[in-house]
């Protein structure tokens, strides 16, 4: 075991002199005072220092004799019924933006959004979670960048005067029978989509085109060949014992990426019980963050992986007696592997699961194929219960921009999709449409594809919003507007009704739609949020386009794809990915940018991703800056190293390098759309590149990358010796074992935890210098658990710790210096050999330590213990020493270098002020905070808190109805997020509650650095793979 | 002196005299005023919320005369059933004066009161015995300014005056015993000690250094005091932008706290009411004791409220209360807690509330103040199950024969209120 080798980046890999320095350095930085060496050597240094003494203390003396400001308070004058100032009311609404969706529990005080939570009533959201995306989507309400007003050729207008304008241009175009186009995202909501269609009946010749640069057209293409249907079918995980995925990251981009975390964890998520685990297995060239989580793991070349469905298409025929496809798909590939993998399959056939995140609908029609074979239809997958995310045609949009450039179209209205910036062909769009009479944008904000047009009519933002959506055949959800308008704006489908001439509203129009077509209760199903039960009348009909043929497509596929891969041979080739920040529409959101991506750990941009080993082959150095050179486009990007990529591959993630989102600090990165192309046989957008269409130029030069991953480091070595230490402590922060292991011994992977839990080992074994604490007993003490097998690094949790607890923005530079601020991290292990490591997760927060190492060190006692275990930090007491922080073994404490959100009575725009002022600190972004949360001020150190404000609440609640608390009551913002129910809290005194039985009681739970004997209340359970065999690679 | 004390005596023995009679007299209106009280309590109750006891007209109609217009119209016994159920008596059409009513006032339903008999009788005597206007009480005005120490304080200008006489008794006393000893010097025949100059004596070097001592003490003290009440506004009593008197609503009145600030059971802030919940009472009192309509036209100006046609217009403008209880952004309070699971009188913290014409900040709420009080508060067990939890610990300390209070299940931990 002691072999094996757990690592975070390169510089530890390779045990980099550098890097093993600062790691003993006391502090990660040296205090940022430019003349501090000066100051110490001048001769009288006593004297300066009384001068500043007295400037402070007079300065302090006369900031403090001013007299207190009187404040107000200015009640209602009719209160709603329905508001008590200072208790949150919950409001069941829905996320709909473009391919994203979420039903959701809005959080709002005193008529302010100001969290999102899953709406654990719908089962598009598993657990009650949300994702990432989700969670920051009310920040972008608080968006400075959002059009206040509407406009006409940049001059602010009225609405009235929009109507009278861009209403009569389009009865004009229509009269004269001229072609007008709605070009929008993807629509999910039937009845959006009802108005459209009447809208266009009002107008005559009317097109709506729904356009997203990340397509899933290659999965509507492949369906309609093999089964003539014009659908993305419904995936259920659940249900799987077996699954494959290529290149698809369903677990963080893909399709659904929410929904099937919840099933996945369902299908995965083992306790002493119910051993039953499905396995995931993945095959991709670059290392996504569910190929990262997949219990066996292999890489294939961009190229080949289309080769890689072949091959398993063909080792499943033969075991179900299908035709086999012609042709050699064995190029660049195990054949072991796939013969492994098919017959694994084969014995859960009915019970898994085969995706592709290609959009190629020949790789698709092949899925399909296989999955046909597995009689995985019907049961993990159904036909009959299709998406309405992903439903955007790549060739309508391609033939729009001809029509276009042909000077066909009269009128172009633009909802939602930023094509100026996301189509890779973007001057050809901005010369077309200058061949368009009258353009409409009711975008948000002046974007990219704004700034092409004449009219800017802002939508309202979702939250501000009714709507509707139907993400899955027969799943319905509502959205209700939870603020008024913050701004001149109004709704989409407000506008296309008052252009109808029609005196209702949106709301109107909704709620008719639903009573006649969906349901008749239309209260309860705004109460819950979703209607899931039977549909009154179906008015949307899915495209049946009759003849598919599952054998004659795969054939003609197959020999499509032999084609294309002949003769790609070792050429490098460049991928492009989806990262957390979307297809770019959220790049305004300094909340999404500054979440570490899962894999990587980058913040704020994009860069170049390659195997070291390509790299050293061709000299090439992490942070060298490169140019990429396609079709008349460059881009330059800094190399990365990323471990776990296949050779001779680039990789880089899309939606970077805005020019137009908003704030300058987050136009940053590179755009990489221009590398896309369109496959005109295929009908669809190609998001890999192949090697004689790009070059590759390093440009000399290099740029630093903003990586969090380093920067909070746990100790892994005794402060005064470099001899490791008794227990290889790296290795025991991630406990492993496979399944049959555990399955075996439930202690398996944890054995030091077992003798940890022995309460006689402490006594005769070890020696502390703790004092023995009383053990807290009486009333509650409060402990989580977090479960690794479980938790796919996905970062919903870090988004929501944020919003919940006030933390701020730093921006990119404060990230440099190691400045960021986020009180959840989730540490990213490698294991093994960096050409192809397993990967582990592990979501770090306060441990609330009972004898906790920073308590002792403080000298004002601002962080000391409470009589439920919490460790408490008083912010109004700290000084600012950082030994707290200095002293913590997690390195879980952070420490505030600036005023980040305007806390301090000082001015912003001052010295005191974040130099890079991306902070959030005006009164827009401020509206956002949480009240319940001190905002700290500079000089203070924060960390976790255990959301006390929520096990206040939670106990208060309880105390007000005169009853015992109950499990449910308190939940902690991350664990809330957790789609995959990874994390579990609770009062470990209560011998009834999960958190007792999993803290203190499973075999699998261990603490952080129990050696230490801090005794951490955060339990982490052992990582359990579904494999043969742990990756066992040697240190050498 | 005889005389005096006579005439003394005499007055006393007749004024006892004349107090039995005026008390034997008095019984018969002592028991009509009764039932006329009786009477008030009733209509505040029931009827005052859509009648005034003058002519003005309101939702109904002003009942001045009521009693004489229901004779002539129809008759007393009416009056009894239509109060009681107007509808049946509408419905029966036997009263073509009340269907004429119902009409007049746009088909407002009255509501039907389950009253006795001599309820309605005491109703009717009040309206017919109205009260008096009563003329300003002076002793109103007497409210404390301001509770801090001033210059202008007679009790300071006392001790200054004091200090000043004490200081030069105390100078002529210590010249005379220098001169008394002076000449018991001179008379002994001894050498008389040279007169120290006073300006020598306080430039002495163990003067100096004695003073600066205490001076450096008297700092040292006074900034600390300057410090820790810095940000505190103990005695704050500023203006509000309406003479509001507690004193009036929850003294006089008894008006239930809880009745106006409804959030101090629910959540964190008690509320201050808006102004829809004035008008619950002041739609039908238009007109108060101190300052009479100028003030309550203020609420009537805030939800644009016009009192002449009874009707709300489309323009209100909230009222901008000035705070007084501030606490720092670092502190969280939560008045629910205190207010309902703690079962703490609002007095407790906020001071005699119902005796305050204008309201002023009674406690520091520093922290020192909010400590205090969870030491000492014992945590009510018997009534909430939630505190089942320490049952152990409550056991313990009831066999040592003390109280649990607030600090003992962790009362007095920084993140009970900072977080």
Sequence with gaps: MANRKFWQSYEEYTNDPEYVEKKHNEFAEKLPFASFELATQKSTPRRDFLKMLGFSVSAAAIAASCEQPIRKAIPYVIQPEEITPGVANYYASSFINGNDYSSILVKTREGRPIKIEGN???????????????????????????????KINGEVTTWEEIDRVVGGDLREIARQGKKIVLLSSNIVSPTTKKLINEFGATLGNFEHVSYEPISYAGIIEANKKSFGKNIIPSYDFSKANMIVGFEADFLSTWLSPNEFLGQYSKARKISRKNTKMAKHVQFESLMTNTGSNADERYIVKPAYLPMAVGALYNAIAAKSGAASLSGNFNIGLDTNTINKTARQL???????????????????????????????????????????????????????????????????????????????????????????????SFNDREDETASLVKFFLPDNHYLESWNDA???????????????????????????????????????????????????????????????????????????????????????????????????????????????????????????????????????????????????ASGFI??????????????????????????????????YGRTNAGSDNCNKGANVYPLVSYNEANKTFDYNIKGEEFKLARIGGTQAIARTQMHHNINDYLADSNEPSQYDRKEQLVREATLAEYKEDHWAGNAIGK???????????????????????????????????????????????????????????????????????????????????????????????????????????????????????????????????????????????????????????????????????????????????????????????FCVQRIQTGKLDAKKEGRALEENDIKTACQQACSAGAITFGDMNDKNSRAFKLTKLDERSYGLLEELHVLPSVKYLTKIRNTEQLQQDALS | MATMIDIFKLSISKLLLLTTCLFLLNVNVFSQDELIKQGESIFKANCASCHYVTNK?????????????????????????????????????????????????????????????????????????????????????????????????????????????????????????????????????LPVPERVPIVRRLTDKRFLAAASILLVIFLAVSAFDVTTNMGRQQNYQPTQPIAFSHKLHAGINGVDCQYCHSGARKGKSAVIPSANVCMNCHKAIEEGPEYGKTEIAKIYEAVDWDPETQTYGDNPKPIEWVRIHNLPDHVYFNHAQHVNVGGVECQTCHGPIEEMEKVYQHETLGMGWCIDCHRETEVQFAANDYYQIYEQLHKDLKEEGKKVTVEDIGGTECQKCHY
């Design chain 2, 57 to 189: 007209r309101m939702t109904g109609p002003g009942l001045a005369g009521a009693v004489q217009r229901w004779e002539e119209n129809a008759s007393i016994e009416k009056l009894y059933e239509w109060i009681r159920n107007s509808q049946a008596v509408i419905r029966s059409g036997d009263v073509p004066y009340a269907n004429k009513l119902y009409e007049e006032y746009n088909k407002s339903v009255m509501t039907a009161f389950a009253l006795s008999d001599d309820d309605i009788s005491a109703v009717l005597l009040y309206i017919e015995n109205p009260p008096v206007e009563v003329g300003k009480d002076p002793g109103d005005d007497e409210m404390v300014e301001t509770k801090a120490l001033s210059w202008s304080d007679p009790s300071v200008i006392f001790m200054v005056v004091v200090s000043i006489i004490l200081a030069a008794i105390g100078f002529l006393l210590s010249r005379l015993i220098g001169n008394l000893r002076r000449m018991s010097y001179q008379a002994k025949g």
């Design chain 1, 622 to 655: 992490e942070g060298d800056l490169f140019r990429i050179s396609a079709r008349g486009n460059a881009l330059e990007l800094p190399l990365l190293y990323q471990p776990g990529m296949a050779d001779n591959t680039l990789a880089v993630a899309m939606g």
């Design chain 1, 120 to 150: 654990p009533n719908s089962s598009m959201s598993p657990n009650g979670g949300t994702d990432a995306r989700a969670q920051t989507s009310v920040i972008s309400l608080y968006d400075n960048a959002r059009l206040k007003n509407p």
């Design chain 1, 755 to 945: 003798k940890f839990r022995d309460p006689h080992f402490w006594d005769h074994h070890m020696v502390t210098l703790y004092d023995k604490r009383p053990e807290l007993k009486e009333g509650h003490h409060w402990g989580m658990a977090v479960d690794l097998t479980a938790c796919t690094g996905c970062n919903a949790c870090v988004a929501a710790c944020n919003i919940e607890n006030n933390v701020p923005v730093v921006g990119k530079e404060e990230v440099f210096r190691a400045h960021e601020m986020h009180w959840l991290r989730i540490d990213r292990y490698y294991i093994g050999k960096d050409d192809n490591p397993s990967v582990a997760y592990q979501p770090m927060m306060c441990q609330m330590c009972d004898n906790a190492p920073c308590e002792n060190v403080c000298p004002v006692s601002a962080t000391n213990h409470s009589a439920e275990g919490l460790n408490q930090m008083a912010y109004n007491r700290c000084i600012g020493t950082r030994y707290c922080a200095n002293n913590c073994p997690f390195k879980v404490r952070r420490f505030n270098w600036f005023d980040y959100q305007g806390a301090d009575s000082f001015i912003a725009k001052t010295a005191f002020d974040n130099d890079e002022n991306v902070t959030l600190a005006d009164d827009l972004s401020r509206m956002v905070l949480n009240p319940d949360v001190t905002v700290r001020s500079r000089g203070v150190m924060e960390k976790c808190s």
């Design chain 1, 470 to 616: 139907e993400p899955k055949k027969g799943t319905f959800s509502l959205a209700q507007p939870c603020i008024r308008p913050l701004f001149n704006t109004r709704q989409f489908q407000d506008t296309l009704l008052s252009w109808m001439g029609k005196d209702e509203s949106f709301y109107d129009y909704l709620k008719a739609n639903w009573t006649k077509s969906i349901t008749g209760n239309w209260d309860k199903a705004l109460h819950d949020g979703v209607y899931e039960g039977k549909v009154k009348s179906a008015e949307i009909n899915y495209a049946d386009t009759g003849g598919g043929n599952l054998a004659a497509s795969a054939t003609s596929a197959a020999s499509a794809i032999i084609r294309k891969a002949t003769g790609i041979g070792d050429q490098l080739e460049l991928v492009l990915y989806q990262g957390l920040i979307g297809d770019g529409k959220y790049a305004n959101n300094p909340f999404l940018q500054e979440i570490p991506d899962p894999v990587t750990k980058v913040v704020w941009e994009n860069c170049l991703l390659i195997s070291k080993a390509t790299a050293e």
């Design chain 1, 346 to 440: 084969w014995n859960n056939r009915g019970a898994s699961l085969v995706v592709s995140g290609s959009n190629d609908p020949n790789v698709q029609v092949l899925i399909n194929g296989i999955n046909n074979m597995l009689g995985n239809y019907g049961s993990t997958i159904d036909l009959n219960k299709p998406y309405n995310i992903g439903n955007s045609s790549d060739e309508a949009f391609q033939r729009l921009i001809a029509e276009m450039d042909r000077g066909q179209i009269h009128g172009l209205l633009i909802y939602n999709t930023n094509p100026a910036y996301s189509y890779f062909n973007t001057a050809r769009f901005a010369e077309a449409i200058k061949k368009v009479v009258v353009t409409a």
